[in-house]
């Protein structure tokens, strides 16, 4: 799964408030790691199977999508996928000049994009390499 600009899973969708919300779009929903990762399971209790990978970009000056946002959906999956919350490599002008590329697990990729905003442009190459497409 690919997230463009977006936020963790179940943030616009909380204990109370289901929908688009300013808390959530600025940044302001901060949780725990376990919290974070209750929403995803929650959404599929009982499901043991596996995870999609997670590859996640976010633009560094977007104000439509907080950038801690970035950062909650990064707490999110390391804590899924149960790993650590430092990135295991971290590659600078990856995959562009002034992103910074941050491996997590094999399954959690993070790329924060400085001086983005919201549409952050689609890197479809490194999707797809991302996929093994």
């Keep these: 799964m690919i997230n463009y600009s977006g936020v963790a899973a179940g943030c616009f969708f909380t204990d109370s408030v289901a929908g688009w919300n300013?808390?959530?779009?600025?940044?302001?929903?901060?949780?725990t790691p376990e919290r974070w990762a209750k929403w995803v399971f929650d959404a599929y209790p009982g499901y043991n199977g596996t995870r999609p990978r997670m590859q996640i970009y976010h633009g560094s000056v977007d104000t439509t999508i907080a950038p801690a946002n970035y950062n909650y959906s990064i707490t999110q999956w390391t804590t899924v996928f149960g790993y650590g919350s430092k990135p295991l490599t971290e590659k600078a002008d990856t995959p562009d000049k002034g992103y910074t590329t941050q491996v997590f697990g094999p399954l959690l990729t993070g790329i924060y994009a400085n001086g983005v905003g919201h549409g952050v442009p689609v890197h479809g190459a490194e999707d797809m390499k991302f996929f093994g497409l």
């Design 22 to 31: 300013g808390d959530c779009s600025g940044g302001k929903v901060n949780s």
